[in-house]
């Protein structure tokens, strides 16, 4: 049995994550810590969840070090920065959850979030954790850093196309909108009942962090650097991402292309693309670590639309990590992870 500790458990991502662990047939939860909550039941804040007669832990890096083998930090980021170096000091295998080492160029980090990076060396040794595209590299990682919610979704719907060349670089929108979960467990006012209910916003326009994740996983695929257009938006239900992506497509592309590009995902557990024309829903994934991807030409403006669905607390977040300590340590990439969309 992987002995697994979670560092951050009381926030959405973090008690999500404890569920998805909790049903894996091959962990052992050893620790779930709070810096707030230490010494309370996790039951105490989320009833009914199956880690309730959980005694919340302190902080304590080399005790729950000692006892894991694998630690994944739901942090904020920074904190999760230094929670992440110290436990680099031991012999175990580290799921980060913050944007703290999902990039290749320290200056990037630094410049879209503000702060200033701790280590630069760890940040190099970090493997981005997108399952699909980097799991041999995740399977030798010692530092797997968990992909964002809205960069999962886009990255995975972008990723053939600009690999097989069909799309113009310099034409990608995307059109992005998230449940609440997505803004954590923290108070904030813009996230209040009466602020979200019954309404719908774009926000942190033209400066969403994870417009910097995007460009630089996709400028890989297209090798060469890409800019694109990100909107967030908030909606008013708890989870759940759906984007809606435009891109012109190059001269000539066919359907049989697009078609072909996206054969790239056919053996993948967690991926489906849908025939073209059919379009996903949010509540096809709701529960699940899926991503769902539907696709057609608009043939009067050569534009290609893109509309990919996931849970941003599962595959944008929980679901994907644990799909990662599968890789990571040999397991089947599925273990834990096979239930379906609640649909309902």
Known sequence: MIKASVIGATGYVGAELARLLHGHPGVEIVSLSSKNYAGQKFGELYPGHPCGSFVLDTIDIPNIAQKSDVVFTALPHGASCETVI???????????????????????YEKWYGVEHKSEKLLKEAVYGLSELYREQIA?????????????CAILSLYPLLENNLIEIGSIVIDAKSGVTGAGRGLSEAVHFCEVDESFKAY??????????????????????????????????????LETIYAKHKSGVTDEEIASAYAKYSSEPFVTVLEKGKMPEIKSVTGSNSVICGYTINKRTNSLIVVSVIDNLIKG????????????????????????????
């Open 317 to 344: 977040a929980g679901g994907q990590a644990v799909q990662n300590m599968n890789i990571m340590f040999g397991l089947d990439e599925s273990a834990g992870l096979c239930a379906g969309a609640w649909y309902l």
């Open 86 to 108: 110290e436990l680099d000091k031991f012999d175990i295998r580290i799921i980060d959850m913050s944007g703290d080492f999902r990039y290749d160029d320290i200056n990037i």
């Open 204 to 241: 942190k326009v033209t400066g969403h962090r994870h417009t910097s994740e995007i460009e630089q996983e996709l400028g890989k695929a297209a090798n060469e650097d890409i800019i694109v257009d990100f909107t967030p938006h908030l909606l008013p239900i708890k989870r759940g991402i």
């Open 140 to 152: 030798g990682a010692k530092i797997t850093a968990n992909p964002g919610c809205y960069t999962t």
